[in-house]
């Protein structure tokens, strides 16, 4: 039975730019005893997944809605003292990205350790610090930790305190965001160790974020991969990684170095879009070195790549300045002024569709070019509507259409 069930997820955040959309239209299951990875460059929305599912939600949340299951019951639909009671904590608890430098510095470990069973159960206070104690012991720290002040612990123990206080009310599912990167290489490969150990011996399930690749391979039975606020490819770990089949997956895995290959990574082109408005269609199109027409192009993105062509090509000259006009999201019209050659434009135009280079997939976009009125009118296709697509291993891109995935 699956621990968690995840329905359409979202949480915007209101700013004075417009609604953040960091979580938007999230889905996803996780079987227990499992751990789900969630992996995406920064700022993708993973930490905002968790506090959603957790309902940990900052003032400025402009919405937040889908269904979260916990073992079969609607966590979204409780009151907000039954969830904190019942599903924080014990339901769900979690290892916030850098709490190891939150830890209360005038407070002895034991004591911090002890608290969450305190506030969140019925147990008394002595019940709660033998209770720590062994959480404590079962993270691998030595005995004295427990009377020790947060500045007496390295980073490394400091982390298992925060992992053992996310343990002591033995929670259904954990999550952990980034719970190893602000650790040197052989503290964050003990602590992976620790987890793997934590994750057989106790049987946990949990959800592991992370912006790096390789280290979810240690530890991850499923993948879920993010971008801008979507989820774009999940399934079983070994599949995503031997055969991911969303393009960003793909350069995402070619963007970690390999030890003992002669491969160079490669970089994704261009940078994470804006949440505020992220692109239409596919958000990954105008990154994507196979995005074709419906993939989402807009007026507006080839108008602003003409102009930037139109510098330093001889061909688009005219096009500098205010020749180049947007009509609506899918029609722009570019001025044909005096010298302009229509037909040195438009066989231009027609050599940048045929071109396959990551820069130029905009023009794949172009349905017509009409001249008339003294400018040439130029239409683009529309997007088509974007699904997840597949059952166990599924992603989230138009070239999946009408065929099964490629491992299936
Ligand atoms: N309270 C907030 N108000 C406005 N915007 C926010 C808020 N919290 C997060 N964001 C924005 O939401 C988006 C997703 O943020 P989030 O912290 O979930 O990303 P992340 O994937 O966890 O990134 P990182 O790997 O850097 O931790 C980002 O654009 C971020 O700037
Ligand atoms: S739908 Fe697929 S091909 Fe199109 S931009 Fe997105 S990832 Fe690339
Ligand atoms: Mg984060």
């Not at 990154?287 to 807009?298: I, L, T």
């Not at 096009?319 to 019209?333: F, H, P, Q, Y």
């Not at 997939?361 to 130029?378: C, K, N, P, S, W």
Request: aromatic residues 4%.
């Amino acid at each position: 039975m699956a621990i968690l069930e995840v329905r359409n997820l979202h949480l915007y955040y209101r700013t004075l730019k417009g609604a953040v959309r960091a979580v938007d239209d999230v889905s996803f299951d996780m079987e227990r005893g499992n751990t789900l990875a969630i992996v995406g460059e920064s700022g993708c929305g993973k930490t905002s997944t968790a506090s959603a599912i957790l309902r940990l939600l900052p003032r400025n949340v402009e919405r937040y809605d889908g269904r979260v299951l916990l073992e079969g019951q609607d966590i979204m639909a409780l009151n907000n003292e039954t969830f904190r009671k019942d599903v924080r904590w014990q339901g769900i608890s979690m290892v916030f990205q850098g709490a190891m430098n939150a830890l209360n510095p005038t407070m002895r470990v034991g004591k911090q350790v002890a608290e969450p069973m305190l506030l969140h159960s019925n147990a008394e206070a002595e019940e709660a610090l033998q209770e720590a104690k062994k959480a404590l012991r079962s993270v691998g720290l030595p005995e004295y930790v427990f009377r020790s002040y947060p500045h007496e612990l390295s980073g490394g123990m400091k982390q298992r305190v925060v992992i053992a206080m996310a343990l002591i009310l033995r929670p259904h599912l954990v999550i952990l965001d980034e719970p190893t990167s602000a650790l040197d290489v052989m503290t964050q490969a003990n602590i992976m160790n620790l987890l793997k150990r934590l994750k057989k011996e106790e049987r946990l399930s949990y959800i592991f974020i992370t912006h790096d690749l390789g280290l979810a391979s240690e530890l991850a039975d499923e993948l879920c991969i993010m971008y801008a606020g979507k989820a774009v490819e999940i399934g079983p770990s070994e599949l995503v990684y031997e055969k991911p089949i969303h393009p960003y997956t793909e350069a995402l895995l070619k963007s970690v170095p390999l030890l003992r290959s002669r491969r160079e990574p490669l970089s994704i082109p261009g940078v994470p879009p804006d949440l505020v408005s992220p692109p239409f269609g596919c958000r990954f199109h105008p990154r994507c070195s196979v995005a074709f027409e419906e993939c989402g192009w807009r007026a507006s993105e080839m108008a602003r790549i003409l102009q930037k062509l139109a510098l330093t090509d001889a061909d688009l000259q005219s096009l500098s300045g205010d020749a180049i006009e947007v009509k609506d999201d899918l029609t722009l019209t570019l001025k044909l002024g005096e010298g302009a050659n229509a037909g040195r434009l438009r066989a231009r135009l027609k050599e940048l569709m045929a071109s396959q280079e990551a820069g130029a997939r905009v023009f794949q976009a172009i349905r017509e070019a009409r001249v008339g009125d003294g400018a040439l009118t130029i239409r683009l296709h529309e997007a088509a509507p974007l699904d997840m697509i597949g059952e166990r291993h599924r992603a989230a891109c138009l070239l999946l259409r009408g065929g099964e995935p490629r491992d299936a």
